[in-house]
């Protein structure tokens, strides 16, 4: 079978960026698409999923994986449609997510998840259902170990991973506190996502709040943002709290050092864990993470938000409202109907 | 009985010290000794024990144990012999080990053990056989969870808990790598105790050390020092290796801020674990430990040594060995025969 697809365009990595990645770090061109090969698929992507992880990937400092090349196509989340398969398990026209990166149309063979678009929107896969859900999902559960009653603090608690892990915390039976930044997300996180109480960083000072909110100290803390408000987070443990390391937004920018968090001795203190979790690890456990969000999701006691950005070209741009938190909930990019 | 105890002199916190304790945050002064109340000891001190905790004692800060209050007898652990008793369970002549105080008198009814000075000299049951060898013990063991041919890394090597958290590990069948200070002490760590490598962090870079003598990387980190050394040893974790916080002597007089460990992202990037170990968290299981350190320095597996200052009256400045580093093994103050 021959698809006359002529021509993707793409986004490919420039130059390794210093602070936040600009415009000039990025080079947009495209190219025609060959036909899939034996056992390949060829997916036109539809949404492509934006991820602070994606600021690592394109830095050259050792980390999970390898970086993105400089000249290769952008690493990226992504949900599309099988537009042609030589695939023995997948067929013209699936709903697929994969690392289809960004671009227009995607050859895979590997790494692939059937999603329904009867079930949930299909940003929501790459958000609540996706890999944010399901990051959120082991790393509380498993890393949190969070025990009914138990206070668990969120960080980024509007982002695609805070938002999750607060709501699931509050399906296990715990007080869920977030921290987010605005009166708006704070709002959003309270009365949408049933959050016990929601700190506002921009409005003042997050160890009083946390005081507040947690008299009787943090059992878990789940952290996606690093600086401050970790040291924050430790100046308040319960005993035996366990701190989640899931990200640090606040220094993935960084020119300068990383801030490391000067409250640690808190661990010894309160004899409490910080440990990190990469869901990359529970790739042989997804589909149990995927099966129980769903049906958390279909019962609606989970609530799955996305921010939408229109427009493959306005990937740059879109990129850097993870970094300044304009977005709330999941963001993606809209890039064929 | 009476007993014809005179005087008891103690040294007493003067003031809460501003970096290193100095002899004017110290009162040195006499009391008489009342007799034993019903359900007491009175103990003559032989040994006073001298830790780096003590730093934390004398600090308003907020810790696991209230601050020594200005005025009060110093705290310190001790060995001693009973010469009076109205305690069901201490008779005359038996040693016992607690908190005794730095003080030639203490009266105690709680918190004491009776230890064999025919199994061990007196001062090693306040290090490898006291509470220096059962905060390796648990700290090692239950927090830092060895395996057979994991590459262990000790900082403190030649101090009290490091020198046994090192042996203990090659007694588990793990390589174990220590960092002290000076070619004399890492001479000791590996010719007398045992460990495949010691770095010192007096010579050269510890970071190129650790790449040097751990290849495979850290799988299991025990920290007594923090500072840039726990940074060096977070840029060369293994996967899922465990941290085991149990001090950071370098902070412990710092006037400015401690220093965060600035690379603790490498938690996320290895999956790896930093957790708070404390010895008070183990009261109902010294007995475990006292009799399988026991026995393995009675079959010779455990070396012990301790560094020993006669007279209580220099209390101020051997304590200061502490943070120079003067003393190799367990530190302890000889205030009787």
Known sequence: MRVMVTLNRQY???????????????????????????????????????????????????????????????RAGGVGRVVASRHPKHSVGEHLVGTFGV?????????????????????????????????????????????PGDTVVVSAAAGAVGSVAGQIAKIKGCRAVGIAGGEAKCDYVVRELGFDACIDYKAGDVRRGLKQHCPSGI???????????????????????????????????????VKGPANYLALLVKRASMTGTLILDYADRYGEAARELGAWFASGKLKAREDVVTGLDNFPEALLMLFSGENTGKLVLKIAD
Not at 42 to 62: E, F, H, N, Q, T
Not at 111 to 122: F, I, N, S, T
Request: charged content about 20%; hydrophobic content about 45%; aromatic content about 8%.
């Open 12 to 74: 490919r990595l420039a130059a390794r960026p210093v602070g936040l990645p600009s415009r000039t770090d990025w080079t947009f061109g495209e190219e025609a698409v060959r036909d899939p090969a034996d056992g390949e698929v060829l997916v036109k992507v539809l949404y492509v999923s934006l991820d602070p992880a994606m600021r690592g990937w394109i830095s050259d400092a050792p980390s999970y994986i390898p970086p993105v090349a400089i000249g290769a196509v952008m």
């Open 103 to 147: 671009q227009e149309y995607a050859l895979a063979s590997e790494g692939l998840r059937r999603v329904d678009p009867a079930a949930a929107p299909l940003p929501t896969y790459l958000g609540a259902l996706g890999m944010p859900g399901m990051t959120a999902y082991f790393g509380l559960l498993d890393t949190g170990k969070p025990k």
């Open 219 to 257: 059992d878990v803390y789940f952290d996606n943002v690093g600086g401050a408000i970790l040291d924050d987070a430790l100046a308040c443990l319960a005993m035996h709290a366990r701190i989640v390391i899931c990200g640090a937004i606040s220094q993935y920018n960084a020119t300068a050092a």
